[in-house]
């Protein structure tokens, strides 16, 4: 079954006439103004300490079927979201042609993310620390840009290689356009092939105030089929590469 990932956003509107479109979309952006979207600041705390709850990385891992399985097979990622009025929940799994080490060095670059990542404009490290046991933990600013709208948000991450994942939240000490955030990555070796990865990525958001319709699609559809795409596409390119600049094994066979 489904880890408890849910999306909560505005009940969505019929859309207009297509002649409509374009001043409803400049009345849009105009309210959005209005509102603070792009209110991020790092001045003042969140509206709150959260109210979703958090991950915790040592949850029970989906179990992947057989049809699944078979999905994955084929290079295509398997995602499940469930949308129900205000709510919804989601899951995606992905194959990857290369060792979770290449995966997790994707996964963790967030200084790269706005070169890999759809959407994603900037991201800004403003913390780190690395504890004993290897647990690192880093604090980053993200904005996303959608129908020409920047939405900042401040996050608190934190990756544990002993259970091979990374959970965040929002960092409430600052304040983010978003209402809330946490999620969860989960990289494991795959269970059939060498040197391949199955990943897990499951997100859960809640926005502030009425969204428009194209960024509510982002958040909760596109952003999450997206999720693992661009893990699989820069962790593939990243070990082809390692793998053909690799030198040649020593001692083999002798002529």
Request: one cysteine or more.
């Amino acid at each position: 079954g489904l880890p408890r990932a849910f999306f909560f956003f505005p009940r969505a509107q019929p859309a207009p006439p297509a002649m409509a479109r374009a001043p409803r979309a400049a009345a849009l952006l105009a309210l959005l103004a209005c509102a603070g979207v792009h209110a991020a600041d790092p001045n003042r705390p969140h509206d709150h300490t959260g109210k979703l709850p958090p991950y915790s990385g040592s949850g029970k891992v989906p179990k992947v079927t057989g049809g699944m399985a078979a999905k994955l097979d084929t290079g295509a990622a398997v995602i499940e979201r469930v949308r129900d009025g205000k709510e919804g929940r989601g899951l995606v799994i992905q194959d990857v042609a290369a060792p979770p080490d290449v995966c997790w060095s994707k996964i963790n670059d967030f200084p790269n993310y706005p070169k890999m990542v759809p959407q994603v404009t900037k991201v800004e490290v403003y913390g780190h620390n690395k504890a004993f046991n290897g647990t690192e933990h880093t604090f980053a600013k993200f904005t996303i840009g959608v129908l020409g709208i920047r939405i900042g948000y401040y996050m608190d991450l934190t990756h544990d290689p002993r259970r091979s994942s990374t959970t965040w939240t929002l960092d409430y000490s600052r304040n983010s356009d978003l209402d809330d955030s946490v999620g969860w990555w989960h990289v494991q070796p795959h269970p059939s092939k060498a040197k391949w990865s199955r990943v897990f990525y499951s997100t859960q958001i809640k926005v502030k105030g009425w969204v428009p319709k194209p960024i509510m699609d982002f958040l909760t559809n596109k952003a999450l089929t997206e999720s693992t795409a661009w893990v699989k596409r820069e962790s593939e390119e990243a070990y082809t590469k390692q793998q053909s600049s690799a030198p040649p094994p020593r001692g083999g066979p002798r002529g």
